[in-house]
C-alpha cells in the first residue's frame, strides 16, 4: 500500500513484520484511522494520541505504552515540523523555538521518558535528514536541528550502549510525502534534490518504512 506518510509507512512496515505497533500523532482521528486500517490487516496495533510539542503529552505517552505492552522493544522518532522557510535572519523567535521543540526536544523527552521501560537489546532510531550534513536555504532552521539530532544520537549511544540499547540515527533524502511537498513541488528545488541523488530521483515513505524496519527490529 502507498502512502504519503513515513509515519504510517514505518508503522505498517513493523506491523507487517510481526510488531505490535504504537501509533501516535496529534490529532485523534488520525490515529484512530491508521490503527483500523492496520488492525484491518490482521495485524497487532495500539494508537495514543500525542503532541509531541508537550512534555505532559509525551509522558502520557510512555506510560500508557508501558501500561499496555509492558515494555518498549523499539522507539522511533519521527515527528519533525517546519514552520517557516526562508532566510535564518528573517526567522521569528517562535518559529525556532517551535522547530526546535519538536525536532530536537521531543526526541530527547520520549527517549528520557522510555529509557527505565526498554527491553534488553531494545532498538531506538532517530529521522533526522541529509540536510543535518549540510544545512540549506531555504530549510536553515530545519536542517541545523536535524545537525543536533545527530549530535543527540551519538550522545545517547554512548549512555545507552553498555546497557544493549542501539541508539542509530536515519538520515534521508528528500522523500515524497506530505510534509515534504512544498520542496517536491518545486521544480528548482526538486531538480537540485534529484541531480543530487545516486538514484536519480525522490525517494517513497515505503523505502524509510522498509529500512527503519530492518534497524528497530530483530529480522532473521
Sequence with gaps: ????????????????????????????????????????????????????????????????TVRRLGRIDGLVSNAAVSPAMGPLTTLTEGEWDKIFSVNLKASWLLIKEAAPHLATNASVLLVASTAAF????????????????????????????????????LAPGLIKTRFSEELWKNDEISSRMVGSSYLGRIGTAD????????AVLDLE
Design 134 to 169: 549540510a544545512p540549506t536555504f531555504p530549510l536553515g532552521a530545519y536542517g541545523v536541528s536535524k545537525t543536533a539530532l545527530l549530535g543527540l544520537t551519538k550522545a545517547l549511544a554512548q549512555e545507552l550502549g553498555p546497557s544493549g540499547v542501539r541508539v542509530n540515527c
Design 1 to 64: 500500500m502507498r502512502t504519503e506518510h513515513t509515519g504510517r509507512a514505518i508503522a505498517e512496515r513493523a506491523a507487517l513484520e510481526g510488531a505490535t505497533v504504537v501509533i501516535s500523532s496529534r490529532k485523534p482521528a488520525n490515529v484512530d484511522r491508521v490503527v483500523a486500517e492496520i488492525r484491518g490487516r490482521g495485524l497487532k496495533a495500539e494508537g495514543i494520541p500525542a503532541h509531541m510539542g508537550k512534555v505532559e503529552d509525551i509522558q502520557r505517552l510512555i506510560a500508557e
Design 207 to 214: 523505502e524509510m518504512g522498509g529500512n527503519v524496519a530492518l
